[in-house]
């Protein structure tokens, strides 16, 4: 892998995905984060499922400091069907962790349909906004928890395509954050040609934006 991105003139930002719950070792994601640490990701991606805020403040703050001697952050992400549901949520599990390379994930659609908007980013200046995923969506979002996880799984659109205040969202993230595009595709053209579209589009979205 290390030869390949080397070969492709690219490094990789993030790697994903653990599930923090009740039952969660930081000590087993030891081999994870030495891996991504070598190969030069800057971030864990991980998201809160355990009911006891408390506990899951104290093993994101282990998992940080884990992280850290690989020269690595953790990045919560909130979403819907997930006990860290919203921005606020994500927002209070850091700010009790208290690490500093500890921080929040903000994720275009999660944060629409968690009932969150980009204004919303404008109290969070204590806490890291390391990293932010865009993409697009009709304004509206399903009506079931079910399909809102569909939608977030398979039923996501290229940014520019739908509803979503993606302009508003920029503006409100710090020029620090590293933009991410997840739109995951069931279907339309081979990966090359999905990857293609998708940065062509992103590409248009930030040379278009209003600032």
């Known amino acids: 892998m290390k030869s390949c991105l080397a070969g492709e003139g690219v490094s990789v930002h993030d790697v994903e995905f653990a599930t923090i719950d ?50 690595m952050g953790v990045d919560l992400e909130f979403m819907p069907w997930r006990r860290v549901a919203t921005l606020s949520a994500a927002a209070n599990i850091a700010r009790a962790a208290g690490r500093a390379n500890g921080g929040v994930l903000v994720d275009a659609l999660h944060l629409a349909r ?26 509206v979002g399903p009506a079931t928890m079910d399909a809102i996880v569909a ?45 293609a579209l998708l940065f062509r589009k992103a590409t248009a979205l930030l040379e278009g934006r209003a600032v």
């Open 114 to 139: 968690s009932g969150g908007a980009p204004v919303d980013l404008a109290g969070l200046s204590d806490v890291l906004l390391a990293t932010a995923q865009i993409c697009d969506a009709p304004a």
């Open 22 to 71: 009740a039952a969660f070792d930081s000590a087993s994601m030891q081999r994870v984060l030495a891996s991504a640490g070598e190969l030069g990701a800057r971030t864990l991606s991980v998201c809160g499922d355990d009911p006891d805020p408390a506990r899951l403040a104290a093993n994101f703050a282990a998992l940080c400091n884990l992280a850290a001697r690989h020269g």
């Open 151 to 195: 939608e977030a799984r398979a039923g996501r659109l290229p940014p520019g395509d739908g509803a979503l205040p993606l302009d508003a969202l920029l503006n409100a993230l710090p020029a620090t954050t590293t933009l991410s595009v997840e739109v995951p595709m069931a279907r339309g053209g081979t990966p090359a040609e999905r990857a």
